[in-house]
């Protein structure tokens, strides 16, 4: 079955850049996610890119596909504290279907 | 943006008793709503898939009987956690997807924190 792995960790200090990275295994993956959960709270659609992008802006956020090597990676420039949380990656098929998530990284960002 | 609520936030129940969630889209319809189990420090799992008017579709491992998805209306979907135990104890997001929107966007809930006794 699909599988969707993430670094389970990262630090930054405030004001740095903070890229995290995650692989998919699904080659038929069509659309890709990044989505934020806040300590008890549900998940915020962060940005998504299709899978015939290479990258995708917004505002701070960057997102930079590699569909040969299946690898997504979230860029978040001058990260603020508010940025703390748990950052998911998913993926889905092109129906929009099931999404299948990764184990979700845990970015603390120090001031 | 699109708003998703659950009911209620978070729920003590005793063990064999049972629970229902609900999940409502405020300002749209949704013909599909998910539901999925996320247990601390984990990531999300999907349970089942709700579509308005029919049977829910459940993920291989999801105990159908157990949990009852009733999606009446195109704005509400109900999970029913049918004799709670212990190991139901976890946090319930259900998501919905906008009936006119875009296939990739769901829209998720705040989550449902149960605990069983």
Redesign the interface.
Same mark, same amino acid.
């Given at each position: 079955g699909e599988d969707v792995e993430q670094s389970l960790f990262l630090s930054v200090r405030e004001g740095d850049s903070s890229v995290i990275n995650c692989t998919y295994t699904d080659s038929s993956s &069509? /659309?890709l996610?990044w /989505?934020k959960q806040e300590p #008890?709270? #549900?998940?915020?659609?962060l940005t998504?890119i299709f899978s015939n992008m290479d990258m995708k802006q917004d505002q701070r956020l960057t997102v930079l596909l590699n569909k040969k090597d299946k690898h997504l990676s979230l860029r978040i420039a001058d990260t603020q504290t508010g940025d703390s949380a748990i950052y @998911?990656c998913a993926e889905?098929d092109?129906?929009?279907?099931?999404? &299948? @998530?990764?184990? #979700?990284t845990r970015l603390m960002v120090k001031p | 943006g699109a708003v998703v609520s659950q009911h209620p936030s978070w729920v003590i129940c005793k063990s064999g008793t049972s629970v229902k969630i609900e999940c409502r889209s405020l300002d749209f319809q949704a013909t599909t709503m998910f539901w999925y189990r996320q247990f601390p420090k984990q990531s999300l799992m999907l349970m089942a898939t709700s579509n308005e008017g029919s049977k829910a579709t459940y993920e291989q491992g999801v105990e159908k009987d157990k949990f009852l998805i009733n999606h009446a209306s195109l704005t509400l979907s109900t999970l029913t956690v049918t004799s709670a135990h212990p190991e139901d104890s976890s946090f319930y997001i259900c998501s919905a997807r906008d009936l006119v929107g875009s296939l990739y966007e769901q829209y998720f809930g705040p989550g449902t924190r149960l605990t069983v006794t």
């Open positions: &069509t /659309y996610y /989505y #008890g709270a #549900g998940l915020q659609l998504y @998911f889905s092109n129906a929009g279907n099931m999404l &299948t @998530f990764g184990g #979700g | -």
